[in-house]
């Protein structure tokens, strides 16, 4: 029984062993990446991640292994240019088959290869129902994808003639003096004719290869063969890479909502949950490392310490925090690759910007509403008369006859007990009492006057202003 088990959970490890080999990526090496199913904007995520991942570990190449019947053209799209910015060869491996979309990805990469029993091809554009575009839309449509799949072809040293008829059925495509694909249908290459040679040059595909083991062989390729594989989290990456501009939203109103609704904690949990998944999101799509994070981080830190030492002296470390805050949540949504500069021009910046604006004016148009309403909100005012700091009796829990005893007119003096934010606990003679400010923030153990007192809200200022 003991040696059943044994053999049982060795059978179970090998299911989870990697299919091409190890998993971590050392200098040197092939790295295979399977793209396997529909082409979707979390496949974008993970190819987008492997090709960052093989080049910055110093992989001699990368070999995309492929069985799809297509997907979204504009992920497909999307892909082509992730695989633009890297500088480390590129091979496509058609084990089975690659249509529609799998096709542009295909002619995106420098070499193709593939299984004998294979095929490529059929990429047309089509509704999301899978019927044919309307006459005048499809022409406007496909003149776009071929002009695209076009310059990947010329780029990548593929016959440019095949890769439109791919997707053009008007494309007559002529070798020589031999025609191999007529007009009136789209095209579509099996492996064998693909891997054809016309005039000392193949149709498209650099042979045919029984597996990645032969392809690395035949393509001459040296190093020791690793593998990236897909996670669940992915798709994760996806939804919170497109909600971006919300996340940052919400956290910088509950950041705010945090500071100026006294005694609730609420607030502050949901801010920090929606930077973290930001950042998360961020690092699982392959756009942000830790040193975003740990930016953001120092930035927090500098704005506490602004409010809770220097509240009434300085500013500059309140606006030296926030810069370093923007600044790493701009920084995260940058698509930046591997032997890049620093800092990337263009279209790369368009949409981090566009995210980190919207954010900021609604963010601001969110805050400006709450100030306005919120103190008046019975909400506001049970909160502004918790008891959760300094123990001690509390003005607002007392009978009036006892309130009528002090002396809170305009004009007495008082000390903070804890932060005030706005609002706290103060002492007054020997009474401790809840209070509240016009809105500045006040540290504690500092001399405090009375402004005025609203029936039982008393309304404080710092002395020395």
């Not at 019927?131 to 440019?160: C, F, M, Q």
């Not at 789209?186 to 042979?207: C, T, W």
């Not at 001459?220 to 890479?241: D, M």
Request: glycine share 8%.
């Amino acid at each position: 029984m003991k040696r059943l088990l044994i053999l049982g959970l060795i059978a179970a490890s090998a299911l989870f062993e990697p299919v091409y080999g190890r998993d971590t990526i050392h200098k040197g090496d092939v790295v295979v990446v399977p793209l396997n199913g529909e082409i979707s904007k979390s496949l974008l995520m993970f190819v987008r991640r492997a090709v960052k991942s093989a080049e910055s570990n110093g992989a001699t190449a990368v070999v995309f292994e492929m069985d799809t019947y297509g997907g979204r053209l504009d992920s497909a799209a999307d892909i082509v240019k992730a695989l633009n910015q890297t500088t480390i060869p590129t091979y496509t491996f058609i084990n089975t088959n690659a249509g529609s979309a799998g096709a542009i990805i295909a002619i995106g990469t420098q070499h193709i290869f593939m299984a004998p029993v294979s095929a490529i091809g059929a990429a047309a554009p089509v509704l999301s129902t899978g019927e044919d575009l309307p006459a005048t839309l499809r022409e406007k449509t496909v003149s776009y994808w071929t002009a695209l799949i076009r310059g990947a072809a010329t780029k990548n040293g593929h016959n440019p003639d095949v890769a439109v008829a791919f997707m053009d059925k008007d494309k007559e495509v002529k070798l020589g003096d031999r025609v191999i694909h007529p007009k009136g249908t789209l095209l579509s290459l099996n492996a064998q004719e693909a891997s054809e040679k016309i005039n000392g040059k193949p149709v498209l595909a650099d042979g045919i290869a029984d597996s990645i083991a032969d392809l690395v062989k035949k393509a001459n390729l040296k190093g020791s063969v690793a593998s990236i594989r897909p996670t669940g989290f992915e798709q994760l990456a996806f939804w919170i890479t497109a909600l971006a501009p919300l996340l940052l939203l919400g956290g910088i109103v509950c950041a705010w909502l945090e500071f100026k609704v006294p005694g609730a904690t609420l607030p502050g949990i949901v801010s920090a949950v929606c930077f973290a998944l930001f950042f998360l999101g961020h690092y699982l799509a392959g756009l942000a490392g830790w040193e975003v994070v740990a930016l953001f981080v120092l930035g927090v830190a500098l704005v506490i310490i602004e409010i809770l030492f220097f509240a009434h002296s300085t500013i500059v470390f309140g606006v030296v925090g926030v810069f370093l805050m923007l600044a790493s949540l701009f920084w995260a949504m940058v698509d930046r690759y591997p032997g890049e500069t620093l800092f990337p021009t263009g279209g790369t910046l368009a949409l981090p910007l566009l995210n980190l604006l919207l954010a900021l004016i609604g963010a601001a148009v969110v805050i400006g509403l709450l100030a306005r309403y919120l103190p008046k909100t019975s909400i506001y005012r049970r909160f502004a008369l918790m008891t959760a700091n300094p123990s001690g009796p509390s003005f607002a829990a007392t009978p009036r006859e006892f309130a009528s005893a002090l002396d809170l007119s305009p004009g007495a003096e008082g000390t903070s007990l804890s932060i005030l934010r706005p609002s706290g606990k103060a002492r007054f003679l020997d009474q401790i009492i809840d209070v509240v400010t016009q809105g500045e923030f006040i540290p504690p153990n500092t001399a405090i006057i009375v402004v005025r007192k609203d029936g039982m809200r008393v309304v404080v200022r710092a002395a020395q202003s």
